[in-house]
Structures are given as C-alpha cells and as structure tokens.
Nanobody, 118 residues
Framework: VQLVESGGGLAQAGGSLRLSCAASGLRWSSYAMGWYRQVPEKERELVAI????????VFGDSVKGRFTITRDDTENTVDLQMTNLKPEDTAMYYCAAGHLLSGAMDYWGKGTQVTVSS
C-alpha cells in the first residue's frame, strides 16, 4: 500500500493550499481516508476524515469552516482544500487510510510540509 501526498509548501496567512493524496495497492472503496497533522513535540491531530462512500466527514475543531475534504473514487485520490490559513496550521500533514467510526488508521503516507507565514 502506498499513500503519496503532494501540494504542501509555503503560504501566507489568509491564503489557501490544496493537498492531494494518491493511493495505490489498497481496496479503495473499503477505506475512509483522512488527513492528520503534527508539529514537533506535539501529538498528531486529526484534520479531516471522509467516509468510504464520501457521505460523512469529520473535521478537527481548529479547521472547521476553513478546510474541506473530498475524494475521487475514479482516481483513488483524496484532497484537502485549506483556506484562510493561519500560522498555527503550520505542520507536517499526513494522509491516512482507515476507519471512520473507530478512528483507527491502517496506512499512512510519509507526509508533506505546510508552512504558513504571518
């Protein structure tokens, strides 16, 4: 299984970035897909999860109303659209595949860095 993130980089506060994750080697339709983030010396936190069928989404409190998550079941990709970025959104962002109800994620990507300047 491979999850490969792309789209990270540098943005200014108030700006936008779009992250994408391409999945291969897994039974795509069986998995919820999620984005998590982590900064050094802090625990990894949930950003957003989308259910296997795209119907249900869950967002971390700090990103509600600013980020959206979508999945493309023809391309096996999941995107995270980030708007109104804040410096505190600076983190390594990881794509993951797992289960929405339990929150258990079985597979992880290597991450893409997002840096937001003030």
């Amino acid at each position: 299984v491979q999850l490969v993130e792309s789209g990270g980089g540098l943005a200014q506060a108030g700006g936008s970035l779009r992250l994408s994750c391409a999945a291969s080697g897994l039974r795509w339709s069986s998995y919820a897909m999620g984005w998590y983030r982590q900064v050094p010396e802090k625990e990894r936190e949930l950003v957003a999860i989308i259910s296997w069928n795209g119907v249900n989404t869950v967002f971390g409190d700090s990103v509600k109303g600013r980020f959206t998550i979508t999945r493309d079941d023809t391309e096996n990709t999941v995107d995270l659209q980030m708007t109104n970025l804040k410096p505190e959104d600076t983190a390594m962002y990881y794509c993951a595949a797992g289960h929405l109800l339990s929150g258990a994620m079985d597979y992880w990507g290597k991450g893409t860095q997002v840096t937001v300047s003030s």
